[in-house]
């Protein structure tokens, strides 16, 4: 399913190749998020414009709305929103925590409370595996608990071995056609329970392996280590996930640490709050700086939005609430991640991803807005 094409010789950093039942994906790779079938403003054909290789939708959400019976009789979640390429689904192990306040936790499962109508809703291992079987995505996450990671020892201790637990019980229960399933390793930023979490999830063999608990309010210190301590103890020859990371900086840091796949609701989530992302920071179309600024979004972008608008254009759009504005934002900052991903893989194939980390790492400033919005990103997953 992965093969590993080239290691960066002073770095972690990792070209690779993932083949799917829908495609061919390279590696490393953005995912844009589809949590209800659907990337926010964005319709398919923009999406392939854009250079999209693969989306993710999650399975809590589609199993509420529009239910199973919908999405199988429209002959799986690619034919329903009409996505030829990949899918990835998470499990709704991710609202575990983001839903805590209307969840219980089982040995079996989680017991939730319908977000929407209070209705009651069982999620565990089986459950979790069955709908992502007739949504037919080409991966599907384990099922697995993902604690707040300021969470007592007690109980990161509890969710490792649930999630350990758990993931046995995916293992074992039956795919779609062609299916790929990741394991999920937990342990917040705890070296002995991560390093158990990883070996126990490496020893069952999966497609490849994600790193949860990160992006749920952390530092992003804690994030890091959090990514550290898990991925030594992952195979080199399966692709690694960080889930729900991030910003460019972030995903170009842990790509210099091992890890092959992001996804983040970010780019479109900011984008209809009026926020920009470049190569050197992100900034606020929507103040008076660009009232009569008639520069594209980022000089030498060559994104739609880019090419035929201004910022003061856009800015105009933003503030007058037409639903161009937000959508050309959306369109230039999924372009941004998914180019940045393009010139990630580019300077791996020629040796100089050292020179280009550490270039886009001294020009970049992290904006304490796009920051602090990111926890709240997150529950958008």
């Known amino acids: ?48 414009e854009l250079g999209t290789q693969i989306i993710l939708g999650n399975t809590y959400h589609l199993n509420i709305r529009p239910g199973l019976d919908i999405i199988r009789a429209a002959g799986g979640l690619h034919q329903f929103m009409n996505w ?25 499962g989680v017991e939730f409370r319908s977000h929407l109508d209070g209705s009651p809703l069982f999620l565990g291992p089986k459950e979790a595996m069955e709908i992502q079987r007739v949504l037919g995505s080409d991966i599907a996450m384990v099922f697995d608990e993902c604690p707040p990671h300021d969470a007592p020892a007690k109980e990161q201790r509890l969710a490792v071995e649930r999630t350990i637990r758990w993931a046995r019980e995916c293992r074992e229960q039956p795919r779609a056609h062609g299916q790929k399933v990741f394991g999920i390793v937990q342990g917040g930023s705890n070296p002995a329970l991560r390093e158990e979490c990883a070996k126990a999830l490496v020893a069952m063999e999966f497609d490849g392996y994600a790193i949860g608990g990160v992006s749920v309010g952390e530092p992003e210190p804690e994030m890091m280590k959090a990514v550290e301590l898990a991925e030594p103890f992952l195979p080199a020859h399966k692709a690694r996930y960080a889930m729900g990371l991030g910003t460019p900086a972030q995903m170009v ?95 791996l194939a020629a040796g100089t991803f050292a020179e280009f980390y550490r270039e886009f790492i001294a020009g970049y400033v992290p904006s304490k807005k796009v920051l602090s919005a990111r926890a709240a990103a997150s529950l958008e997953r």
């Open 253 to 347: 840091e842990l790509i210099a640490r091992g890890v092959d796949m992001f996804d983040c609701v970010l780019p479109t989530r900011v984008a209809r709050n009026g926020t920009a992302f470049t190569r050197k920071g992100a900034y606020s179309v929507k103040a008076g700086a660009c009232k009569a600024d008639f520069r594209p979004i980022e000089e030498g972008c060559e994104c739609f939005a880019c090419r035929h608008f201004t910022r003061a254009y856009l800015r105009h759009l933003l503030n007058v609430n037409e639903i161009l504005g937000l959508r050309m934002l959306s369109v230039h900052n999924t372009h941004m991640f998914v180019k940045l991903m393009t010139d990630v893989r580019a300077a």
């Open 1 to 48: 399913m992965f093969e590993l094409l080239k290691t960066d010789s002073s770095t972690k950093a990792r070209l690779g190749r993932l083949t799917t039942a829908h495609g061919v994906v390279d590696t490393p790779v953005f995912m844009s998020v589809g949590t209800q079938a659907s990337v926010k403003a964005l319709d398919p054909r923009e999406l392939l």
């Open 84 to 108: 030829n390429l990949p899918i990835l689904t998470d499990s709704g192990g991710f609202q575990v925590f983001s839903l805590a306040k209307i969840r219980k936790i089982k040995t079996h």
